[in-house]
Protein backbone atom coordinates (compact mmCIF):
# COMPACT_ATOMS: atom_id res chain seq x y z
CA UNK A 1 0.00 0.00 0.00
CA UNK A 2 1.22 3.34 -0.75
CA UNK A 3 1.31 6.35 1.99
CA UNK A 4 -1.66 8.11 0.81
CA UNK A 5 -3.85 4.07 0.99
CA UNK A 6 -2.59 3.68 4.41
CA UNK A 7 -3.48 6.91 5.70
CA UNK A 8 -7.15 6.74 3.69
CA UNK A 9 -7.27 3.44 5.45
CA UNK A 10 -6.44 5.05 9.00
CA UNK A 11 -9.08 7.26 8.53
CA UNK A 12 -11.43 5.36 8.69
CA UNK A 13 -11.54 4.18 11.87
CA UNK A 14 -9.46 6.94 13.79
CA UNK A 15 -10.19 11.54 13.65
CA UNK A 16 -7.28 13.80 13.00
CA UNK A 17 -3.84 13.00 14.33
CA UNK A 18 -2.44 13.73 10.46
CA UNK A 19 1.00 13.92 11.97
CA UNK A 20 1.09 10.11 13.12
CA UNK A 21 -0.90 8.81 10.67
CA UNK A 22 1.81 9.80 7.67
CA UNK A 23 4.93 9.19 10.00
CA UNK A 24 3.45 5.30 10.55
CA UNK A 25 2.76 4.91 6.85
CA UNK A 26 5.70 6.34 5.81
CA UNK A 27 7.55 4.42 7.60
CA UNK A 28 5.69 0.90 6.22
CA UNK A 29 6.40 2.06 2.46
CA UNK A 30 9.65 2.00 3.51
CA UNK A 31 9.85 -1.40 4.80
CA UNK A 32 8.86 -2.13 1.10
CA UNK A 33 11.29 0.76 -0.74
CA UNK A 34 14.29 -1.17 1.25
CA UNK A 35 12.84 -4.97 -0.55
CA UNK A 36 13.34 -3.30 -3.48
CA UNK A 37 17.44 -2.40 -3.32
CA UNK A 38 20.81 -4.41 -4.18
CA UNK A 39 21.22 -6.69 -1.32
CA UNK A 40 24.80 -4.81 -0.60
CA UNK A 41 22.64 -1.63 -0.16
CA UNK A 42 19.43 -3.24 2.23
CA UNK A 43 21.43 -4.59 4.79
CA UNK A 44 22.96 -1.11 5.47
CA UNK A 45 19.20 0.47 5.38
CA UNK A 46 17.85 0.37 9.17
CA UNK A 47 14.60 1.65 9.78
CA UNK A 48 13.85 4.78 11.35
CA UNK A 49 12.11 4.09 14.89
CA UNK A 50 9.21 6.52 15.82
CA UNK A 51 7.97 7.66 19.01
CA UNK A 52 4.26 8.48 19.58
CA UNK A 53 3.96 11.67 22.10
CA UNK A 54 0.46 12.80 23.43
CA UNK A 55 -2.21 12.01 26.21
CA UNK A 56 -3.95 9.26 26.92
CA UNK A 57 -7.11 8.72 25.06
CA UNK A 58 -6.21 10.44 21.74
CA UNK A 59 -5.25 7.83 19.62
CA UNK A 60 -1.77 6.13 19.69
CA UNK A 61 -2.98 2.96 20.64
CA UNK A 62 -6.04 3.01 18.20
CA UNK A 63 -3.04 3.41 15.33
CA UNK A 64 -1.60 0.47 16.59
CA UNK A 65 -4.25 -1.91 16.45
CA UNK A 66 -5.46 -0.53 13.14
CA UNK A 67 -2.06 -1.11 11.38
CA UNK A 68 -1.89 -4.62 12.73
CA UNK A 69 -4.94 -5.43 10.45
CA UNK A 70 -3.48 -3.48 7.81
CA UNK A 71 0.07 -4.69 7.26
CA UNK A 72 0.24 -8.43 6.44
CA UNK A 73 3.43 -8.86 8.57
CA UNK A 74 4.54 -10.10 11.74
CA UNK A 75 2.94 -7.44 14.84
CA UNK A 76 3.68 -7.25 18.23
CA UNK A 77 2.21 -4.63 20.74
CA UNK A 78 3.14 -4.74 24.17
CA UNK A 79 3.02 -2.61 27.45
CA UNK A 80 6.97 -1.72 28.35
CA UNK A 81 5.72 -1.95 32.08
CA UNK A 82 5.10 -5.69 31.72
CA UNK A 83 9.01 -5.99 31.27
CA UNK A 84 11.60 -6.19 34.26
CA UNK A 85 15.27 -6.15 34.47
CA UNK A 86 17.53 -9.13 34.12
CA UNK A 87 18.05 -10.40 37.10
CA UNK A 88 14.80 -9.32 39.06
CA UNK A 89 11.08 -11.55 38.67
CA UNK A 90 9.22 -10.75 35.44
CA UNK A 91 9.86 -11.01 31.47
CA UNK A 92 13.13 -9.83 30.43
CA UNK A 93 12.85 -7.37 27.23
CA UNK A 94 14.19 -10.32 24.57
CA UNK A 95 10.85 -11.86 25.11
CA UNK A 96 9.52 -9.61 23.12
CA UNK A 97 11.37 -11.22 20.21
CA UNK A 98 10.54 -14.61 21.42
CA UNK A 99 6.80 -13.65 21.24
CA UNK A 100 7.28 -11.69 17.27
CA UNK A 101 8.61 -14.90 16.29
CA UNK A 102 5.72 -16.89 17.36
CA UNK A 103 3.45 -14.75 15.56
CA UNK A 104 5.52 -14.84 12.66
CA UNK A 105 5.24 -19.02 13.00
CA UNK A 106 1.89 -18.66 13.06
CA UNK A 107 1.54 -16.55 9.93
CA UNK A 108 3.75 -18.63 7.77
CA UNK A 109 1.86 -22.13 8.82
CA UNK A 110 -1.19 -20.31 7.89
CA UNK A 111 -0.22 -19.55 4.76
CA UNK A 112 1.75 -23.36 4.35
CA UNK A 113 -1.56 -24.90 5.28
CA UNK A 114 -3.37 -23.10 2.15
CA UNK A 115 -0.60 -24.49 0.22
CA UNK A 116 -1.36 -28.10 1.07
CA UNK A 117 -4.91 -27.54 1.87
CA UNK A 118 -5.90 -29.59 -1.64
CA UNK A 119 -3.49 -32.39 -1.25
CA UNK A 120 -4.35 -32.59 2.58
CA UNK A 121 -8.19 -32.88 1.72
CA UNK A 122 -7.82 -35.64 -0.77
CA UNK A 123 -5.93 -37.80 1.56
CA UNK A 124 -8.52 -37.26 4.28
CA UNK A 125 -11.02 -38.14 1.96
CA UNK A 126 -9.28 -41.19 1.46
CA UNK A 127 -8.94 -42.36 5.00
CA UNK A 128 -12.75 -41.45 6.00
CA UNK A 129 -13.26 -44.10 2.95
CA UNK A 130 -10.79 -46.74 4.33
CA UNK A 131 -13.30 -46.42 7.71
CA UNK A 132 -16.50 -46.47 6.39
CA UNK A 133 -15.50 -49.28 3.63
CA UNK A 134 -13.14 -51.41 5.97
CA UNK A 135 -11.31 -54.11 3.65
CA UNK A 136 -11.76 -57.33 4.69
CA UNK A 137 -8.71 -58.64 3.23
CA UNK A 138 -7.37 -58.38 -0.46
CA UNK A 139 -8.90 -61.01 -3.06
CA UNK A 140 -4.95 -61.30 -4.17
CA UNK A 141 -3.68 -62.28 -1.26
CA UNK A 142 -6.69 -64.74 -0.60
CA UNK A 143 -5.36 -66.09 -4.38
CA UNK A 144 -2.01 -66.40 -3.30
CA UNK A 145 -2.69 -68.39 0.03
CA UNK A 146 -4.48 -70.85 -2.05
CA UNK A 147 -2.25 -71.92 -4.37
CA UNK A 148 -0.27 -74.54 -2.37
CA UNK A 149 -3.47 -76.52 -1.70
CA UNK A 150 -4.63 -76.52 -5.12
CA UNK A 151 -2.25 -78.78 -6.84
CA UNK A 152 -4.95 -80.81 -8.12
CA UNK A 153 -7.15 -78.16 -9.73
CA UNK A 154 -7.34 -77.47 -13.47
CA UNK A 155 -6.38 -74.45 -15.45
CA UNK A 156 -9.97 -73.77 -15.91
CA UNK A 157 -10.70 -73.26 -12.30
CA UNK A 158 -7.66 -71.17 -11.85
CA UNK A 159 -9.10 -68.88 -14.83
CA UNK A 160 -12.40 -68.76 -12.92
CA UNK A 161 -11.35 -67.59 -9.60
CA UNK A 162 -8.62 -65.02 -10.83
CA UNK A 163 -12.06 -63.87 -12.66
CA UNK A 164 -14.09 -63.66 -9.81
CA UNK A 165 -11.50 -61.93 -7.29
CA UNK A 166 -10.74 -59.54 -10.51
CA UNK A 167 -14.92 -58.99 -10.51
CA UNK A 168 -14.85 -58.36 -6.79
CA UNK A 169 -12.06 -55.66 -7.04
CA UNK A 170 -14.16 -53.74 -9.24
CA UNK A 171 -16.99 -54.28 -7.59
CA UNK A 172 -14.92 -52.61 -4.54
CA UNK A 173 -13.59 -49.87 -6.73
CA UNK A 174 -17.26 -48.80 -7.41
CA UNK A 175 -18.87 -49.28 -3.89
CA UNK A 176 -15.74 -47.00 -3.21
CA UNK A 177 -16.45 -44.61 -5.82
CA UNK A 178 -20.08 -44.19 -4.99
CA UNK A 179 -19.32 -43.63 -1.19
CA UNK A 180 -16.87 -40.98 -2.34
CA UNK A 181 -19.47 -39.07 -4.32
CA UNK A 182 -22.06 -38.95 -1.11
CA UNK A 183 -19.11 -38.55 1.09
CA UNK A 184 -18.06 -35.27 -0.64
CA UNK A 185 -21.60 -34.30 -1.08
CA UNK A 186 -21.88 -34.53 2.91
CA UNK A 187 -24.36 -37.06 3.00
CA UNK A 188 -22.01 -39.25 5.61
CA UNK A 189 -21.59 -36.25 7.64
CA UNK A 190 -23.48 -38.27 10.58
CA UNK A 191 -22.47 -41.59 10.24
CA UNK A 192 -20.64 -42.63 13.07
CA UNK A 193 -16.59 -44.43 12.09
CA UNK A 194 -13.94 -45.77 15.18
CA UNK A 195 -10.99 -42.99 14.84
CA UNK A 196 -7.66 -43.76 16.79
CA UNK A 197 -6.98 -40.62 18.08
CA UNK A 198 -3.29 -39.54 19.93
CA UNK A 199 -3.77 -38.32 23.11
CA UNK A 200 -1.74 -34.99 24.15
CA UNK A 201 0.46 -34.91 26.69
CA UNK A 202 -0.06 -32.56 29.61
CA UNK A 203 2.66 -29.97 29.22
CA UNK A 204 5.64 -30.71 31.52
CA UNK A 205 6.03 -27.50 33.40
CA UNK A 206 9.66 -26.43 34.11
CA UNK A 207 10.10 -23.76 37.36
CA UNK A 208 13.36 -21.84 37.01
CA UNK A 209 14.76 -18.77 38.18
CA UNK A 210 15.02 -17.39 34.22
CA UNK A 211 11.19 -18.62 33.31
CA UNK A 212 10.15 -20.60 30.67
CA UNK A 213 10.50 -17.70 27.84
CA UNK A 214 14.08 -17.78 28.26
CA UNK A 215 14.73 -21.32 27.74
CA UNK A 216 15.59 -21.57 23.81
CA UNK A 217 15.03 -25.45 23.92
CA UNK A 218 11.81 -26.64 22.99
CA UNK A 219 11.40 -28.61 26.40
CA UNK A 220 7.71 -29.39 25.39
CA UNK A 221 8.68 -30.92 21.62
CA UNK A 222 11.60 -32.63 23.91
CA UNK A 223 9.52 -34.81 26.28
CA UNK A 224 6.95 -35.85 23.13
CA UNK A 225 9.31 -37.00 21.55
CA UNK A 226 10.73 -39.27 24.16
CA UNK A 227 7.05 -39.92 26.22
CA UNK A 228 5.46 -42.81 24.47
CA UNK A 229 2.21 -42.16 22.12
CA UNK A 230 -0.74 -42.79 23.70
CA UNK A 231 -3.15 -43.62 21.39
CA UNK A 232 -6.95 -43.77 22.01
CA UNK A 233 -9.81 -45.54 19.73
CA UNK A 234 -12.75 -42.60 19.68
CA UNK A 235 -16.04 -43.26 18.21
CA UNK A 236 -16.92 -40.02 16.19
CA UNK A 237 -18.88 -38.55 13.44
CA UNK A 238 -17.81 -38.44 9.69
CA UNK A 239 -17.44 -34.16 10.49
CA UNK A 240 -15.53 -34.43 13.48
CA UNK A 241 -13.10 -37.00 11.69
CA UNK A 242 -12.25 -34.62 8.90
CA UNK A 243 -11.36 -31.87 10.96
CA UNK A 244 -9.35 -34.41 13.31
CA UNK A 245 -7.54 -36.11 9.77
CA UNK A 246 -7.32 -32.57 8.52
CA UNK A 247 -5.32 -31.62 11.44
CA UNK A 248 -2.98 -34.86 11.05
CA UNK A 249 -2.79 -34.73 7.50
CA UNK A 250 -1.36 -30.79 7.22
CA UNK A 251 1.01 -31.30 9.98
CA UNK A 252 2.22 -34.13 8.37
CA UNK A 253 2.21 -32.55 4.57
CA UNK A 254 3.90 -29.49 6.18
CA UNK A 255 7.98 -28.78 6.35
CA UNK A 256 9.07 -27.46 10.08
CA UNK A 257 12.13 -26.22 8.85
CA UNK A 258 10.66 -24.33 5.55
CA UNK A 259 8.67 -22.89 8.22
CA UNK A 260 11.22 -22.21 10.68
CA UNK A 261 13.23 -20.43 8.47
CA UNK A 262 10.38 -18.49 6.35
CA UNK A 263 9.40 -17.04 9.95
CA UNK A 264 12.88 -15.97 10.94
CA UNK A 265 13.63 -14.32 7.46
CA UNK A 266 9.97 -12.78 7.89
CA UNK A 267 10.37 -11.18 11.33
CA UNK A 268 14.04 -9.70 10.35
CA UNK A 269 12.84 -7.70 7.48
CA UNK A 270 9.44 -6.95 8.12
CA UNK A 271 8.25 -7.37 12.03
CA UNK A 272 7.13 -4.40 13.76
CA UNK A 273 6.99 -3.70 17.33
CA UNK A 274 4.37 -1.22 19.38
CA UNK A 275 6.18 -0.24 22.61
CA UNK A 276 3.18 1.55 24.34
CA UNK A 277 3.37 3.06 27.94
CA UNK A 278 7.17 4.02 27.21
CA UNK A 279 7.03 6.87 29.31
CA UNK A 280 6.30 4.95 32.67
CA UNK A 281 9.79 3.44 32.22
CA UNK A 282 10.72 6.74 32.12
CA UNK A 283 11.68 8.56 35.65
CA UNK A 284 10.08 11.69 36.54
CA UNK A 285 12.43 14.66 36.73
CA UNK A 286 13.12 14.27 40.91
CA UNK A 287 15.57 15.02 43.69
CA UNK A 288 15.66 11.02 44.30
CA UNK A 289 15.68 10.04 40.14
CA UNK A 290 14.49 6.94 38.72
CA UNK A 291 14.21 3.42 40.42
CA UNK A 292 17.10 1.04 39.52
CA UNK A 293 14.20 -1.62 37.45
CA UNK A 294 12.80 1.39 35.03
CA UNK A 295 16.54 2.70 33.89
CA UNK A 296 17.56 -1.39 33.93
CA UNK A 297 14.44 -1.64 31.60
CA UNK A 298 16.01 1.21 29.32
CA UNK A 299 18.95 -0.71 29.34
CA UNK A 300 17.95 -3.95 28.55
CA UNK A 301 16.08 -2.37 25.53
CA UNK A 302 18.93 -0.49 23.98
CA UNK A 303 20.67 -3.06 22.02
CA UNK A 304 16.89 -4.55 21.40
CA UNK A 305 16.33 -1.46 20.06
CA UNK A 306 19.34 -0.87 18.22
CA UNK A 307 20.16 -4.76 16.61
CA UNK A 308 20.80 -7.90 18.49
CA UNK A 309 20.62 -11.71 18.04
CA UNK A 310 17.61 -13.19 20.41
CA UNK A 311 18.10 -16.74 20.13
CA UNK A 312 14.66 -18.21 19.97
CA UNK A 313 13.99 -21.90 19.71
CA UNK A 314 13.71 -21.48 16.07
CA UNK A 315 16.49 -20.36 15.71
CA UNK A 316 18.69 -17.09 16.37
CA UNK A 317 16.43 -13.20 14.88
CA UNK A 318 18.55 -10.45 13.98
CA UNK A 319 16.57 -7.57 15.42
CA UNK A 320 18.08 -4.80 13.16
CA UNK A 321 15.81 -4.39 10.39
CA UNK A 322 12.75 -4.54 12.83
CA UNK A 323 10.62 -1.68 13.09
CA UNK A 324 10.00 -0.04 16.67
CA UNK A 325 6.95 2.35 17.47
CA UNK A 326 6.79 3.48 20.65
CA UNK A 327 4.20 5.40 22.45
CA UNK A 328 3.67 7.59 26.01
CA UNK A 329 1.55 9.88 27.50
CA UNK A 330 4.92 11.90 29.37
CA UNK A 331 2.23 13.46 31.72
CA UNK A 332 4.95 13.43 34.60
CA UNK A 333 8.57 13.13 32.24
CA UNK A 334 9.41 14.28 29.07
CA UNK A 335 11.31 12.33 26.20
CA UNK A 336 14.68 13.85 27.24
CA UNK A 337 14.41 11.87 30.38
CA UNK A 338 15.03 8.40 28.46
CA UNK A 339 18.76 7.27 27.87
CA UNK A 340 20.02 9.50 25.80
CA UNK A 341 21.28 6.44 23.73
CA UNK A 342 17.85 5.26 23.63
CA UNK A 343 16.49 8.23 22.26
CA UNK A 344 18.46 8.55 19.49
CA UNK A 345 17.39 5.23 18.51
CA UNK A 346 14.19 6.68 17.81
CA UNK A 347 14.69 9.96 15.38
CA UNK A 348 11.07 10.18 14.24
CA UNK A 349 9.21 11.99 17.02
CA UNK A 350 5.19 13.49 16.59
CA UNK A 351 3.35 14.49 19.08
CA UNK A 352 -0.54 13.92 19.12
CA UNK A 353 -3.04 16.74 19.60
CA UNK A 354 -5.67 16.89 22.53
CA UNK A 355 -8.79 16.43 21.27
CA UNK A 356 -11.57 19.74 20.58
CA UNK A 357 -15.27 19.71 20.55
CA UNK A 358 -15.01 19.39 16.78
CA UNK A 359 -12.89 16.13 17.49
CA UNK A 360 -15.47 14.53 19.53
CA UNK A 361 -18.45 15.72 16.98
CA UNK A 362 -16.55 13.57 14.58
CA UNK A 363 -15.88 10.57 16.62
CA UNK A 364 -19.38 10.28 16.66
CA UNK A 365 -20.39 10.40 13.48
CA UNK A 366 -17.55 9.61 10.91
CA UNK A 367 -15.50 6.74 11.51
CA UNK A 368 -16.76 3.39 9.84
CA UNK A 369 -17.71 1.81 13.28
CA UNK A 370 -18.15 4.93 15.28
CA UNK A 371 -19.92 4.66 19.18
CA UNK A 372 -23.41 5.73 18.26
CA UNK A 373 -23.63 3.07 15.41
CA UNK A 374 -22.62 0.39 17.64
CA UNK A 375 -25.46 1.54 20.44
CA UNK A 376 -27.94 1.53 17.76
CA UNK A 377 -27.25 -1.80 15.92
CA UNK A 378 -26.61 -3.36 19.76
CA UNK A 379 -29.97 -2.49 20.43
CA UNK A 380 -31.43 -2.98 16.65
CA UNK A 381 -30.94 -6.54 17.80
CA UNK A 382 -34.04 -6.67 20.44
CA UNK A 383 -35.99 -4.92 18.36
CA UNK A 384 -35.37 -1.11 19.87
CA UNK A 385 -34.52 1.83 17.44
CA UNK A 386 -32.16 4.09 18.19
CA UNK A 387 -31.88 7.31 17.00
CA UNK A 388 -29.19 10.44 17.04
CA UNK A 389 -30.33 13.39 16.32
CA UNK A 390 -27.57 16.26 15.29
CA UNK A 391 -28.42 18.46 18.33
CA UNK A 392 -28.19 15.24 20.52
CA UNK A 393 -24.68 14.25 19.20
CA UNK A 394 -23.62 17.94 19.73
CA UNK A 395 -24.23 18.18 23.41
CA UNK A 396 -22.59 14.57 23.84
CA UNK A 397 -19.24 16.03 22.17
CA UNK A 398 -20.11 19.28 24.13
CA UNK A 399 -19.99 17.69 27.64
CA UNK A 400 -17.60 15.16 26.63
CA UNK A 401 -15.00 17.74 25.98
CA UNK A 402 -16.67 19.56 29.41
CA UNK A 403 -15.71 16.84 31.88
CA UNK A 404 -12.45 16.21 29.93
CA UNK A 405 -11.84 19.89 30.75
CA UNK A 406 -12.91 20.12 34.40
CA UNK A 407 -11.60 16.82 35.43
CA UNK A 408 -9.20 14.61 34.36
CA UNK A 409 -8.38 14.12 30.43
CA UNK A 410 -9.08 10.96 28.95
CA UNK A 411 -9.20 11.62 26.01
CA UNK A 412 -11.91 10.15 23.38
CA UNK A 413 -12.20 7.35 26.33
CA UNK A 414 -14.73 10.07 27.97
CA UNK A 415 -17.50 9.25 25.16
CA UNK A 416 -17.41 5.49 26.74
CA UNK A 417 -18.23 7.04 29.39
CA UNK A 418 -20.57 9.35 28.67
CA UNK A 419 -22.92 7.90 26.01
CA UNK A 420 -23.02 4.10 28.27
CA UNK A 421 -24.77 6.82 31.39
CA UNK A 422 -27.44 7.91 28.64
CA UNK A 423 -28.35 4.71 27.12
CA UNK A 424 -28.39 2.83 30.15
CA UNK A 425 -32.17 2.89 30.93
CA UNK A 426 -32.47 2.49 27.13
CA UNK A 427 -30.35 -0.70 27.58
CA UNK A 428 -32.02 -2.04 30.65
CA UNK A 429 -35.58 -2.07 29.70
CA UNK A 430 -34.91 -2.40 26.34
CA UNK A 431 -36.56 -5.59 25.96
CA UNK A 432 -39.75 -4.49 27.45
CA UNK A 433 -40.09 -1.24 25.89
CA UNK A 434 -43.57 -0.54 25.43
CA UNK A 435 -42.43 2.03 22.57
CA UNK A 436 -39.77 0.58 20.07
CA UNK A 437 -38.57 4.22 18.59
CA UNK A 438 -36.20 5.71 20.74
CA UNK A 439 -34.91 9.17 19.95
CA UNK A 440 -32.23 10.56 21.65
CA UNK A 441 -31.74 14.41 21.47
CA UNK A 442 -29.95 17.50 23.27
CA UNK A 443 -33.11 17.33 25.91
CA UNK A 444 -32.54 13.71 26.55
CA UNK A 445 -28.80 13.96 27.09
CA UNK A 446 -28.98 16.78 29.39
CA UNK A 447 -31.64 15.44 31.25
CA UNK A 448 -29.52 11.97 31.55
CA UNK A 449 -26.53 13.45 32.50
CA UNK A 450 -27.81 16.67 34.64
CA UNK A 451 -26.54 14.81 37.80
CA UNK A 452 -23.22 14.63 36.60
CA UNK A 453 -23.09 17.79 35.32
CA UNK A 454 -24.29 19.11 39.20
CA UNK A 455 -21.46 17.57 40.81
CA UNK A 456 -18.95 18.85 38.62
CA UNK A 457 -20.09 22.44 38.96
CA UNK A 458 -19.39 21.69 43.10
CA UNK A 459 -16.34 20.15 42.97
CA UNK A 460 -15.20 23.78 41.98
CA UNK A 461 -16.23 25.12 45.43
CA UNK A 462 -14.54 22.08 47.13
CA UNK A 463 -10.87 23.23 48.67
Known amino acids: MTPREIVAELNKYIVGQDAAKRAVAIAIRNRWRRQQLPEDLRKDVTPKNIILIGPTGVGKTEIARRLAQLVGAPFLKIEATKYTEVGYVGRDVESMI???TESGIGMIKAEQRRLVETAAKERVN????????????????????????????TDHDEKERRKLAREERQRQKRTRDKMRI?????????????????????????????GMENMDVDFQNMFDKIMPKNNQNRQVSVKDARKILMEQETEALIDRQTVNEKAVALVENHGIIFIDELDKVCGPSSSHGPD???????????????????????????TDHILF????????????????ELQGRFPIRVELTDLK??????????????????????????GVKLHFT????????????????????????RLHTILERVVEEISYEGPDLPVK???????????RLQEIMEKEDLSKFIL
Open 98 to 100: RDI
Open 126 to 153: ERLLDLLIPNSGSSEDETDHDEDNTEDK
Open 182 to 210: RLEAGELDDRNVELTVEQKAVPVQIFSNL
Open 292 to 318: VSRQGVQRDLLPVVEGTTVNTRYGPVR
Open 325 to 340: IAAGAFHLSKPSDLMP
Open 357 to 382: KEDFLRILTEPKHSLTKQYAELLNTE
Open 390 to 413: QDGIEALADIAFEVNRITQNIGAR
Open 437 to 447: NVTIDAAYVRG
